[in-house]
């Protein structure tokens, strides 16, 4: 039984899980671990169900060939759930016992805020991890980038287009309601590609009488058909501004047709600049492993793969740039 690698040493074998949220490219990333971690010598390990797995003991061995043909693949081979017990004491120590019992040196974890949150916690209990950025959400400080999210970008842009289709044949209004929890992301990128009419995030909050001001403005100017995209955790929601355009339909003088992509965002195969960072991240954690280092989250950033402290991640807020809104209000208008 091999003992958990201090800082300096070269790890033996290495386990990795996915946690949280799927994302597209995860499987990419696991891709990378494992061949890379093989071609260094490595005894790579796979964590099936995320933490959850991990608490169990729920490993199996990975090789170049179990990892064959996932690079296009959505979603993760390992599988994900979310951990409860690893927010307690007890989750933690547990996980870190089974590593040791199953000869584990160091832990690769593919996943966003609260999944690095968890590897945090491991670190301070004395294992190295490494931290690799996925999530759909890129709301994860210490990367410009995270595994996932351009191409969730490409998923809810495709329904955009369509959905604008169908308003300019129906002379209608339609909104778009994006994931992202608390991160205006995934809408304000989406909605700036897709020629959104406005576009409301939770970083800058917009009543629903501003909402319909804009697309009333839309009708002035012209246009026969108008497209409002919001983010799932903006305080005028879906169902705020549903509720509110339904209630002054007469005044109004228009609807507002909601479609809700949710969890199609996450799923379908990882476009090629997902494939690629996933790539390249996996790649390096196993780069960083074999040189001792650890406690740490790999992302991208100005281009290139970048390290930062994990404690520093999880503490840590990332800012949407609102010059990018500025820039959408400018192209409306």
């Known amino acids: 039984m091999s003992s958990i690698a201090r800082s ?6 290495v386990a990795v899980l996915t946690s949280g949220g799927d994302a597209p490219g995860m ?6 671990v494992v061949r890379a971690g093989t071609a260094r010598g490595l005894r790579m390990i796979g964590v099936r169900n995320g933490y959850t797995g991990l608490t169990e003991g729920n490993f199996l061995p990975l090789g170049p060939r179990d990892v064959g043909g996932i690079i296009e693949a959505g979603g993760t081979i390992l599988g994900s759930s979310r951990c409860p017990s690893m927010l307690h004491e007890a989750g933690p120590a547990v996980a870190v016992d089974q590593l040791r019992r199953a000869g584990i040196d160091m832990l690769v974890v593919i996943g966003g805020d609260g999944s690095q949150a968890g590897a945090a916690t491991l670190s301070r209990c004395g294992l190295p991890v490494i931290g690799i950025a996925s999530t759909i959400d890129n709301d994860l400080a210490g990367t410009d980038i995270t595994i996932g999210a351009t191409t969730a970008v490409e998923t809810a842009l495709g329904a955009i ?3 604008r289709d169908t308003a300019a044949s129906q002379h209608r209004a339609f909104l778009v309601e994006t994931m992202g929890r608390n991160c205006g992301y995934l809408a304000l ?3 700036i590609a897709g020629g959104a009419e406005a576009i409301v995030i939770p970083e800058a909050q917009m009543s629903p009488a501003s909402v319909a001001a804009a697309l009333r403005g839309s009708w002035d100017r012209g246009k026969s058909h108008a497209i409002v995209v919001v983010a799932e955790g903006a305080h005028c929601n879906a169902e705020v501004l549903a509720r509110y355009f339904d209630e002054h339909a007469e005044r109004l003088g228009f609807e507002l047709r909601i479609t809700r992509l949710g969890h199609v965002q996450r799923g379908g ?7 690629l960072i ?9 780069d960083h492993a074999a040189d001792g280092r650890h406690g740490i989250l790999l992302g991208m950033v100005a281009g290139a793969v970048a390290a930062s402290p994990l404690e520093s991640v999880v503490n840590a807020r990332k800012p949407l740039d609102l010059g990018l809104l500025g820039l959408a209000h400018l192209l409306t208008n």
Do not use: V
């Open 161 to 163: 287009d369509r959905l």
């Open 27 to 32: 499987n990419a990333a696991i891709r990378a």
């Open 269 to 275: 195969s990882p476009c090629a600049f997902d494939r």
């Open 8 to 13: 300096g040493d070269a790890p033996g074998s």
């Open 189 to 191: 990128t989406a909605g």
């Open 278 to 286: 996933a790539t390249r991240l996996g790649a390096a954690a196993i």
